[in-house]
């Protein structure tokens, strides 16, 4: 099983609304990351969870609160965005960042977020 | 982290090899070369990477010039799937935080 899971895939929210989107992963890697993503740009990095723990977070707005409920869960709490936060956000993983492997970070279908 | 640089756009032909060129002159002696792509609508793919020596895989093959300010992504058979955007990535070590700067667009054409 080498896949990300990311639901869901399409979320329309208003900016009082709060919602989360999740990620799951079952390949037994203890990094975890959050990218956002607008329309014709690259993936710009969120957050990274190294075993559970917050370990990078790239200056993202308080309305954005990840969590790591346990190894193989991510989610992230959104609570009163902006339409300017409509993007798709993707969720990856890679295995432990203290320890040598490839680095590949294997990445998930996204989740298309639409703030009204 | 090491910036990057590569051309906008590409186009190759179907069966003939792509080539998709990067710079990164200021690449430091830990930053290896990563490549990912990006087919429309899905999530990036993890392509090949390298630090010093030329590497080759099922998908890809990266040569890295001997100054290590430049490296070359080649596709020896290009097909239609693999239209996408192409990132090229120095990065600190195999751990290091991951940077997607703006890729080149490659269009393949039958």
């Known amino acids: 099983d080498t896949e990300v899971t990311q639901t869901p895939k399409h979320l329309v929210m208003g900016m009082t609304n709060k919602k989360s989107l999740k990620c799951e992963q079952h390949m037994g890697h203890r990094a975890m990351y959050w990218y956002k993503q607008k329309a014709k740009k690259p993936p710009e990095l969120m957050f990274v969870?190294?075993?559970?723990?917050?370990?990078i977070n790239e200056s993202v707005p308080s309305r954005f609160s990840p969590e790591c409920p346990n190894s193989s869960l991510l989610n992230l709490h959104l609570h009163a965005l902006q339409p300017e936060d409509s993007a798709l956000y993707l969720c990856?993983?890679?295995?432990?960042?203290?320890?040598?492997?490839?680095?590949?970070?294997?990445f998930g279908e996204g989740s298309r977020l639409t703030v009204l | 982290d090491a910036k990057t640089t590569q051309p906008p756009s590409m186009d190759c032909a179907e069966g003939r090899a792509a080539n998709l060129p990067c710079n990164h002159s200021t690449i430091s002696g830990n930053e290896y070369v990563y490549w990912y792509r990006q087919i429309h609508s899905q999530g990036p793919q993890y392509i090949i990477h390298g630090l010093k020596n030329n590497e080759t895989n099922e998908m890809a093959s990266l040569i890295i010039t001997e100054d290590r300010k430049s490296s070359t992504l080649i596709l020896p058979h290009a097909t239609l799937r693999d239209t996408a955007v192409y990132y090229c990535i120095a990065r600190w070590g195999n751990t290091g935080k991951l940077i997607f700067g703006q890729g080149t667009t490659l269009q393949v054409k039958p």
């Open positions: 990856a993983s890679s295995q432990d960042r203290r320890r040598p492997n490839t680095g590949e970070l294997f």
């Open positions: 969870y190294s075993y559970e723990k917050l370990s």
